[in-house]
């Protein structure tokens, strides 16, 4: 890994755990301490995650983490979930058997996991993210998810901003689990529609932490 995506992997980690919160300043010279980076590779790596849509570069004043409202935040998930939706249908019509079998694998791994350990949580965004990105994979539509994959960090980095992964690792199993039979169904409308409804129920819930919050 070259030191821009050391870098680039180090801040969108960081924003994805919240560990920088909405309106942040990053300070060049702080990520440089970090990083061990020159400027160049800072700044191509925040370019990328301007590009990208977390973080604002300001000429001649720096650079801050976005503070979207929520108007803002409800149109990304709407497009996420219309795009998640488009992948999921896909995976009904293309999926192998082989694909259906490990992404039950990962299901079981999520079932598996004790809610009540600190762990949990973390344990659960990653497998999460495995399932989503098997789902992606069945899709065979790389062009469709590498800009998913972009908003999948997006949607993290705004449920760890709002609520955290522990307000969803129940209820969302079990919606995985009606997603993976309409996939082995080969019912791409069906898919489309349980992924769409899976997506929107994160949004409420970014929305309503949100909003406990005073924002």
């Known amino acids: 890994m070259n030191k821009k995506d050391e870098v680039y992997e180090l801040l969108v980690g960081r924003l994805v ?8 300043k990053l300070s060049v010279k702080e990520v440089a301490a970090d990083t061990g980076a020159s400027r160049q590779p800072i700044m191509a790596a925040l370019n990328r995650l301007s590009a990208e849509g977390f973080v604002r570069i300001i000429p001649q004043v720096g650079c801050e983490v976005i503070s979207p409202d929520h ?28 694909q259906l079998k490990e992404l039950r694998g990962i299901q079981a791994r999520i079932g ?22 098997l789902i992606h ?47 082995a169904s080969k019912s791409p409308s069906r898919a489309r529609t349980l992924s769409e409804s899976h997506i929107a129920g994160v949004a409420s819930a970014v929305a309503a932490g949100l909003r406990s919050k005073g924002r």
Request: aromatic fraction near 14%; charge should be negative; avoid cysteine.
């Open 137 to 183: 994979d069945m899709a065979q539509s790389p062009f469709v998810d590498e800009r998913q994959s972009s908003n999948f960090n997006m949607s993290d980095f705004f449920i760890n901003q709002a609520i955290g992964f522990s307000a969803f690792m129940g209820g969302a199993a079990q919606e995985h689990e009606e997603i993976i039979e309409a996939i």
């Open 112 to 133: 598996a996991i004790d809610f009540a350990q600190p762990e949990a949580a973390q344990a659960y965004l990653e497998l999460n993210r495995a399932f989503h990105q």
């Open 17 to 24: 755990g919240a560990d920088y919160r909405f309106g942040q």
């Open 71 to 98: 108007n803002q935040i409800a149109d990304f998930y709407l497009m996420f979930e219309r795009m998640e939706g488009l992948l999921a249908e896909l995976a009904a019509a293309r999926r192998t058997e082989a």
